[in-house]
């Protein structure tokens, strides 16, 4: 799997995760909008909501602008994308780099929660002041078990 691919599911899973959180589903429309959110941000470092709009209708995607502001919405909430503005009244929307953020996978239940971010921070800029490193980027991942899956696994014992 490419770097991209695996961002890509690193975003879906986090989304899916935050909409879980909150009681909401991982609908139809949502799944289009992160995935238009990811191509489009491919060509477009930075893109205008409209152009996303005209991307979803020309894949014939039945997706209101009222529903697409909304998604756009729990994706800021969400930290997967965030908004600049340009101008009064102008704005355009990016994906949040993950070079920053960690993870904590669970190998059993394939859940990704997030690290927070000012965690990872103070641990990855001592260690670069201590190696004496300049930093450009890096990966931090946590794997192991949930709770969720341990008490599972403990009931069926
Ligand atoms: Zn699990």
Redesign the pocket.
């Known amino acids: 799997m490419s770097a991209r691919q695996d961002n890509d599911l690193i975003k879906e899973a986090l989304f899916r995760e935050f909409l879980r959180a909150k009681g909401l589903s991982y609908t139809y429309e949502r799944q289009h909008i992160l995935k238009e959110i990811l191509e489009t941000s491919n060509t477009i470092k930075h893109f205008p909501i409209d152009r996303l709009y005209n991307n979803l209708q020309s894949k014939r995607n039945r997706i209101s602008k009222s529903t697409l502001y909304r998604t756009i919405k729990l994706l800021e909430d969400s930290r997967i994308v965030k908004k600049t503005d340009i101008a009064p009244d102008r704005y355009v929307y990016e994906i949040v780099e993950q070079y920053n953020i960690g993870h904590i996978v669970?190998l059993?239940?394939k859940?990704i929660i997030e690290i927070n971010n000012r965690e990872t921070k103070k641990i990855v800029n001592h260690i670069c002041r201590e190696k004496r490193f300049q930093y450009k980027t890096h990966t931090f991942e946590i794997k192991g078990?949930?709770d969720?899956?341990i008490s599972l696994s403990l009931k069926d014992e």
């Open positions: 669970c059993k239940c859940n078990y949930c969720k899956c």
